[in-house]
């Protein structure tokens, strides 16, 4: 057991089975001293195996639907319950796509499902920060991160209006770290992931493909769903307290590259 973590206590979202980023962030959390809540929609609390991972964390599993302000609200009301008062984190690890389960074309998009993506996986963000906000429920130089992707910098290719909804959710970051900087010296950021193999991840098309070439680019390789949760934890200790409205990088290096020695002999290995 660490100490880096000792006396704080936080919310995680998205936890759904062992395969998810969020389960490593909330172990983490826990090895290094941390009392958590964990939270995740009624459908998927059903679906995953969420209450394996609250009895190893010794955590209460509270059910909120991010789609619902009511939902949330509840939430952070009764995680102060449980934490006797104010909390110090929250990890926001929430993305869902009906367009890239239904494999639509980005051209082609379902508008119905866009709103559906963009509120699921970006707007409950700013939800979550509201309410948090509204409630004085975050301790001063508390920390609030959410998981993104560089596609919400760059096209990739398969990953559709999930880049929409990342970019919308690095904006929102931004935007709420002045609000909540100034005024409670909370801190606010992103962490853009590598790709990674997630039970949500899976549904993107090619992930195999990209799984691989990214590998193949990356100085360091890929930063696994361990490597994340670990950078996450440095982000909600008191390590960094002057770090916010960034989107960090962890991607071994990926998002500096051009082109790698690896990818090109496989190119022209290709090519022949």
């Known amino acids: 057991m660490g100490s880096l973590l000792k006396g704080k206590k936080g919310i995680i979202f ?31 609390l059903r679906m995953g195996t969420i209450n394996e991972l609250a009895e190893k ?4 599993v509270v059910p909120c639907d991010v789609t619902k302000m009511e939902d949330i609200e509840k939430l952070v009301d009764r995680a102060m319950e449980v934490f006797g008062g104010k909390f110090d984190f929250v990890l926001h690890s929430i993305g869902m796509s009906p367009n890239v389960r239904k494999d639509i074309d ?14 699921i996986s970006a707007i409950s963000f700013h939800k979550v920060l509201n309410a948090c906000y509204a409630k004085d429920a975050i301790n001063e130089w508390g920390s609030v991160v959410a998981l993104t992707y560089m596609a919400a910098q760059r096209t990739v290719f398969g990953y559709n209006d999930m880049a929409d909804a990342k970019a919308l959710l690095e904006s929102i970051a931004r935007s ?23 039970t949500a991840g899976s549904g993107v098309g090619g992930l195999k493909d990209l799984l691989d070439f990214a590998e193949k680019m990356s100085p360091l390789g890929n930063a696994d769903a361990l490597d994340c949760a670990n950078y996450c934890i440095s982000l909600f200790s008191d390590l960094t307290k002057k770090v916010t409205m960034q989107n960090l990088l962890n991607d071994g290096g990926f998002s500096s590259m051009s082109m790698s020695e690896e990818v090109m002999k496989q ?4 090519d022949k």
């Open 267 to 270: 190119y022209k290995k290709g």
């Open 106 to 119: 980005y051209a082609e998009l379902n508008y119905s499902f866009l709103d559906k993506t963009l509120d």
């Open 14 to 44: 998205g936890a759904l089975n062992d395969m998810s980023i969020a389960w490593k962030v909330a172990e983490r959390a826990y090895e290094e001293g941390a009392e958590i809540v964990l939270t995740n929609s009624p459908m998927a």
């Open 57 to 60: 964390c010794n955590a209460e």
């Open 176 to 198: 709420f770290g002045y609000k909540y900087g100034v005024r409670n010296k909370v801190r606010i950021n992103t962490v853009s992931q590598s790709p990674t193999v997630t």
